[in-house]
């Protein structure tokens, strides 16, 4: 069942090897997130937030500051590193070893968050378009950087639904990334199709479908599913009441060759992660 490839990335001096499917857990620090109990932004509840990711399971927290949900409201450079600085500090006095991942697609937010705090990892909605200096940047601060695929910005993203052969022009937009950065040094990228970025519903389905084509780049494989639209739609819900789709496709992605799960509920992907590993060790 899927399609693994032996990699590792270097995540703070260690090899961490992606042959077992990695968890994500999501901590927003914003007030307009699209899934409302995950809007944390006091300093009691960021603390709460950060134990409860870990103690279910995760291997990695991503910290946002900026809702990059469509149309979302423009935040400045200044109110975003305002908010990830004040929720950095709490994640890393309650857990000091965690490994983190700041979701921002700003150069100098990146390098304040690794050389101030210790993030581990960029994670970039734009993978690079948004800031013509990000790749450096992450070229001089030898972290590993996670490249999604998106067109536009949150605000306009979903105007930029047009495409004559969608999976294959994200394969090439990957391909010119991943070329981009690995000259400049970059050692480890990892890949995300940005479901729910720049795509109707039925264009998430047809890349989800076709997800194991990404494995040509021989890179992690990140997806993101949990609670968005592409379930909403179909199943005719609200976000709070997405868990069971989020958890469905999770699966189906894993057998695809996903390599990690970013998701706000942590137990149950760690349970679908554990499933999956167990499927795949059933004697024929």
């Known amino acids: 069942m899927g399609v693994k490839q ?8 260690k090899l961490t090897d992606f042959a077992s499917p990695k968890v994500m857990g999501i901590l927003n620090i914003t007030p307009d997130s699209f899934y409302e109990k995950s809007r944390i932004q006091t300093e009691k509840a960021i603390a709460e937030r950060v134990v409860q990711i870990l103690e279910e399971g995760a291997d990695m927290i991503d910290v946002g500051g900026y809702s990059s949900r469509p149309s979302a409201a423009y ?3 200044t109110e975003e590193m305002k908010r990830l600085a004040y929720g950095l500090e709490i994640l890393f006095r309650k857990a000091p070893n965690a490994i983190v991942s700041v979701d921002t697609f700003r150069s100098e937010i990146a390098r304040r968050c690794v050389e101030d705090f210790g993030v581990a990892i960029i ?12 790749f450096e940047t992450v070229a001089r601060l030898q972290v590993p950087y996670i490249a999604m695929h998106m067109r536009g910005s949150p605000q306009t993203m979903m105007e930029h639904t047009d495409y004559a052969d969608l999976p294959q022009e994200i394969l090439l937009y990957f391909a010119e990334k991943v070329n981009r950065l690995h000259q400049l040094g970059v050692n480890d990228v990892w890949i995300d199709p ?3 970025f720049s795509k109707t519903t039925a264009q998430n389905y ?11 780049f021989g890179l992690p494989l990140l997806v993101g599913f949990s609670r968005k ?19 469905a496709l999770n699966m189906f992605a894993l057998t695809k060759g996903a390599h990690i799960l970013r998701v706000h509920d942590v137990k149950e992907a760690v349970q679908t992660v554990r499933l999956y590993k167990q499927l795949k060790n059933v004697n024929p």
């Open 6 to 13: 032996a990699m590792t990335s270097n995540i703070k001096g």
């Open 194 to 196: 940005g479901f729910g």
């Open 75 to 77: 935040v400045d450079e």
């Open 123 to 134: 994670n970039d909605i734009s993978a690079g378009a948004l800031d013509s200096r990000m």
């Open 229 to 247: 639209t592409m379930i909403r739609e179909i199943l005719a819900t609200t976000p709070e009441e997405s868990l069971n789709g989020t958890t």
């Open 206 to 216: 047809r890349v989800l479908e076709r997800l194991e084509r990404f494995h040509i």
